[in-house]
């Protein structure tokens, strides 16, 4: 499994600016370098999960899985094909958010009270576990 606290405002892929875009790439590929302590993943049935915790007019959080995505390449992940699970969640900073059983780096997150996404690589489940 990996973790990865990005202490920043996700640039959603629809962005017209594709200078901000590849600056968010590169952004989040350097905070997982200097994380990740082993080589890229090959297995397939990868879980990407992402919770953003935003302010105000956040991103929508579809469109800020593809850059994340594509900036673990080469890092922890050796292809983005080999996701097949995907769990995104927003939520609101100003709204309560109960941290009991958080895991210790999104729980960090919260406490900051900053925008970030919190990113978590696991193996996937088996289907009917999410049904």
């Known amino acids: 499994m990996f ?3 990005i202490p920043r405002r996700p640039v959603s892929h629809q ?9 968010w790439k590169d952004y989040v590929y350097g ?5 990740w302590r082993g080589i890229p993943l090959t297995q397939d049935g990868i879980r990407l999960t992402l ?4 302010n105000d007019r956040p991103a929508d959080v579809d469109n800020i899985i593809k850059p994340i995505q ?7 992940l050796a292809d983005d094909s080999q996701i097949t699970d995907v769990d995104s969640h927003r939520r609101f900073l100003d709204d309560p958010i109960d941290t009991t059983h958080l895991p210790p780096l999104l729980r ?3 406490i900051s009270g900053v925008e970030c ?3 978590r690589i ?3 489940n088996e289907l009917e576990s999410y049904l």
């Open 31 to 35: 905070r997982a370098h200097n994380q």
């Open 108 to 110: 960090e997150g919260v």
């Open 70 to 76: 594509d900036a673990l390449i080469g890092v922890v």
């Open 117 to 119: 996404v919190y990113v």
């Open 122 to 124: 696991s193996l996937a």
């Open 51 to 54: 919770v953003y915790l935003c």
């Open 3 to 5: 973790e990865l606290l």
């Open 15 to 23: 962005t017209k600016s594709r200078e901000n875009l590849q600056i």
